[in-house]
Every structure is written in structure tokens, then in C-alpha cells.
């Protein structure tokens, strides 16, 4: 059992990290994103007026999630890895592993955009026939919170970083100021190397867990991609089939800027088509769908894709 005393020492000296990390929470807010689903993910959607988020343990790539921790491994072995001594040097080597403790913390993921009109997004979620649903970037909040252009716990909008150069100096930063706090006197007096170790590697892994999220392989960047994320124990689970049992959530988003028009429902300010062999059918029955859920023109646009194929 760890000392107490020694752990809130320790503790002492770890909350001050996180705040002077580079930012991965504060990027300004999209006008509008877009969330790509089939025809049963939009009927379901309007009939429901939720949003399914996934376990980010059971998205259909699981390799985005080990996609940080194999970066982290590589430029802590490459920058760290033999340069120092006694308890820093087992901390590098701790932190050049590439598989990490197992986390029970779920969180919750639902996929956006910032493109309309997307062929890959179609290929990838429209299935026969696609939809692109508009909503505004103000969703990162729930009633009674208003985010003032800025991002915000509980259910937020978050935009995900392909920039390799970013994702390594976030975690330089993070093993610097950790290796920082190595030499600090009262860890000399744990009982012993490991116990002292295992005082702080979890804040470690938990700073990468925070950035597995967000971070993404840069072959990505065409995607352009928000998440909208929920975590903790916040929010009920529950289950679907998929390649396994999958657990998801389900979201209510709030926006100001909707709710501040009077109206009441998901948030929608436009569901565009994608490439379909019956267009005109299409937007007719869409346009339809719509307003048997109270969505009419002046809120909610219909609009076609304009991208040439056929899925």
C-alpha cells in the first residue's frame, strides 16, 4: 500500500502538469459540423432526437487508439530513453512501452466534419444511400451551460489533431515535466524504485488517454474531423451487436444558438443527400421525413450532394 503522505506530496507536484501542457481543448468552435450516417442512422436520429456515441474501444478502426501510444513509444525511445539515471531512467523505460494499462473510464465518441460534401465520408458511412446532417458548433454543451465560443466538460466538441509535430511536442512536454519531478526529495524516501514509480506513471497514461482521442494518424487530415465526446460515468450505457458487444451512449445536444431560435428537437440546420440513383426521389421523400418531425424549410435546409458517382 502506498504512504498516503508521499502520494499527496507526489500528487502536489502533478497537478500543476496538466494545465501547462501545449492546449488540446481550446480550439475555436466550427460555425456549423456535419455528422455522415445512412438512411436508417437519420431516421433513427429523427425519430429519437438523440445522437449514439460508441465506446472509443469499439470504433470501427481500433488502431486510431493505439495509433498515440505507438508516437509515444517511438519518440521516447529516439529523445529519452539512456540519457538519465537512477528513477528517470526507469520512467523513460516504463514510458517507451507501447501497450498501455488497460483503462476501464469510457469514453463516448460521435464522429463530425467540417465538410459537407464529402466523397471519402461518404464511402465510408453512407452505405447505399447517405446523409450529411448539419449541426451548429455551439453543441458542446448541455442546458444551462453556455461555452461562449469555447470548448467545455461533460458532452464536448472536440477537434482532432493530425499534426505529428504538435502530437510529439504535447508528449515531450508531458515526459519533461515528469522526468522533472523525478529528483524531488520526498521520493527518495519511498519505500522502493517501483513504488515510487507506479506514484506517477498513471498520471502518465492518463495524459496519453486524453490525447488518444484527438490525436490521429496526419493520412487522415482529409477528414477534417470533430468528435463529440462524453466520459466518466456520467452518461448511461448500453448495447448493440457489432464485432463484438458494443456499448454506446446516447446524446441530447443542446446549442444556445438553437434553442435561442425557440425551437426544440436535435439541432439541425440542414441533412444534405449524398450521391443517389434516384436524386429527385431522394430530396422528395427527405424533405418529407423532415417536416413529419417539425423541421421545416426556414430551419432545417434540404440539400443535394453535388459529388458525380455512384455508390
Known sequence: MKDPVL?????GLLYPIQPQLP??????????VFHYTDTSGLL????????????????????EIAYIYRVASDLVTRKFVG???????????????TDPPYTEVPYYLCCFSELDNSLSQWRAYGGRQGFSVG???????????????????GITLLKVNYDRGEQERYITALVEALVGICD???MARYKSREEALSSFTPFYWAQLERASYRFKHPDFAVEQEWRLVGWGEVHPEWFRPGTTITPYTKFSPYS??????GLTGLPLMSVRHGPSELPRET????????KSHGYDEASCERLQSTTPVRL
Not at 135 to 153: E, F, K, M, W, Y
Open 7 to 11: 502520494q499527496e506530496e507526489t500528487n
Open 23 to 32: 492546449d488540446l481543448d481550446q480550439s475555436p468552435l466550427p460555425e456549423k
Open 44 to 63: 433513427g436520429m429523427l425519430a429519437s432526437g438523440v445522437l449514439w456515441a460508441t465506446d472509443y474501444r469499439f470504433l470501427n478502426d481500433s488502431s
Open 83 to 97: 540519457r538519465y539515471e537512477g528513477l528517470a531512467a526507469a520512467f523513460v523505460d516504463h514510458a517507451a512501452l
Open 135 to 153: 449541426l451548429p458548433g455551439d453543441i458542446s454543451t448541455v442546458a444551462g451551460h453556455d461555452p461562449r465560443g469555447r470548448q467545455n466538460p
Open 184 to 186: 524531488a526529495p520526498h
Open 256 to 261: 444556445v444558438s438553437w434553442s435561442g431560435r
Open 283 to 290: 430530396l422528395f421523400a427527405l424533405d418529407r421525413a423532415l
